[in-house]
C-alpha cells in the first residue's frame, strides 16, 4: 500500500512540475510585443533600444534584408546601431527576439523594429536679401536633397509674397518689381519627385 503511495506522488509530483514548467513558458511567450518606429536620414545612424525583456539572449532578423549595417551599441547593451547605405530611401524592418531557458532557446518576446530612411533636405538660405520698392528683385531659395529624386518644385504653404514680386515653382526664383514697403513672413515648401519634403518660415522685407 505504500508503495503503491509513493509511485503514486511520484507521478503527481511529475505532472505537478510539467504543468509549472509549461505555465511559465507560456508566461514568457506572452510578454508584450511591441511594434517601435524610428527615423534616420540617408546614410546616417540610428540607435535601435533593444528590450531584452529580463533574459540574456536576444536575436536579430532582417525579413526584408537590409540596406545598411547595423552594429552592436558601444556601451556593451543589447541596442542596434543601424547605418543606411548612403543613397538609399525606403523602408526597413529589424525584429529583436529575446529568449530564456537554460539553453537559451525559449522565445520569449519579439518586437519589430520600422526605421524609416529619408534624405537630409537642406535649404540654401534660412532668409530672402532685402528688396526696395519700385525695384526689380529677383533671388532664389533652393532645396538640396542627399539622397531621391533631385526634380524639386517650390511653393508657398503658408503666408504671402510682397505685392508685385511672385514665386517660379521650378527654380524657387522669387521676381518681380515690389510696389509696398513692410515686412512678409511665409512658410516656404520644397518637395521632390519621390514626395519628400521640407518646409521653413522665411521672411523678405522691403524697403524703401
Excluded at 537554460?102 to 530612411?117: F, G, Q
Aim: contains cysteine; neutral net charge; hydrophobic residues 35%.
Amino acid at each position: 500500500m505504500s508503495i503503491a503511495i509513493t509511485h503514486l506522488l511520484r507521478r503527481l509530483a511529475v505532472k505537478a512540475l510539467a504543468t509549472l514548467a509549461l505555465i511559465i513558458c507560456l508566461s514568457q511567450t506572452s510578454a508584450k510585443a511591441t511594434d517601435l518606429y524610428h527615423e534616420v536620414y540617408s546614410g546616417e545612424s540610428v540607435r535601435l533600444v533593444v528590450n531584452e525583456y529580463g533574459q540574456n539572449a536576444v536575436g536579430y532578423d532582417y525579413p526584408n534584408g537590409l540596406h545598411g549595417t547595423t552594429t552592436g551599441a558601444p556601451d556593451g547593451t543589447a541596442d542596434l546601431i543601424y547605418t543606411s547605405n548612403a543613397g538609399y530611401v525606403g523602408q526597413e524592418v529589424i525584429v529583436t527576439t529575446a529568449y530564456g531557458g537554460a539553453n537559451y532557446d525559449i522565445p520569449v518576446a519579439s518586437d519589430t523594429h520600422h526605421i524609416t530612411v529619408k534624405p537630409r533636405i537642406t535649404f540654401s538660405a534660412s532668409s530672402w536679401p532685402n528688396g526696395k520698392k519700385g525695384a526689380v528683385y529677383s533671388q532664389s531659395v533652393t532645396a538640396s536633397y542627399s539622397a531621391s529624386s533631385t526634380a524639386v518644385t517650390y511653393s508657398l504653404a503658408d503666408g504671402s509674397l510682397p505685392t508685385g514680386l511672385s514665386l517660379d515653382g521650378s527654380t524657387g526664383t522669387i521676381s518681380g518689381t515690389p510696389t509696398a514697403t513692410g515686412s512678409w513672413t511665409f512658410t516656404y515648401r520644397a518637395v521632390n519627385g519621390d514626395g519628400y519634403s521640407s518646409s521653413q518660415s522665411m521672411t523678405l522685407k522691403i524697403g524703401p
